[in-house]
Nanobody, 120 residues
Framework: QVQVVESGGGLVQAGGSLRLSCAAS????????MAWYRQAAGKQRELVAG???????NYADSVKGRFTISRDNAKNTVYLQMNSLKPEDTAVYYC??????????????WGQGTQVTVSS
């Protein structure tokens, strides 16, 4: 019914930048909040940044001032601009979309994840 697909991950050096994209598709009536999570090896998945349908954002303390979340509602896409990357940002980044489907069923949908690796 609904698919969420991330892209844009890769290998960068410390101090570099990446832009992640997450596109939702399928039987979508409305997308409410969208968010980026990450999970480093051996650690729990954590919220990185979130954005509501109206554009209100929130960030984990560890990424404030470096990452920016944005969305294009017409494309059902959320972005994560990551600047000044640090090795500690290395993780698999997952997109989550809070979606109301066309049959008016609300649920959270996860992407498959995209690897971000930051070298020292």
């Amino acid at each position: 019914q609904v698919q969420v697909v991330e892209s844009g991950g890769g290998l960068v050096q410390a101090g570099g930048s990446l832009r992640l994209s997450c596109a939702a598709s399928g039987s979508i009536f409305r997308i409410n909040a969208m968010a980026w999570y990450r999970q480093a090896a051996g650690k729990q998945r954590e919220l990185v940044a979130g954005i509501t349908s109206g554009g209100t954002t929130n960030y984990a303390d560890s990424v404030k001032g470096r990452f920016t979340i944005s969305r294009d509602n017409a494309k059902n896409t959320v972005y994560l601009q990551m600047n000044s990357l640090k090795p500690e940002d290395t993780a698999v980044y997952y997109c989550n979309a809070d979606i109301l489907t066309r049959v008016l069923v609300k649920g959270g949908y996860w992407g498959q994840g995209t690897q971000v690796t930051v070298s020292s």
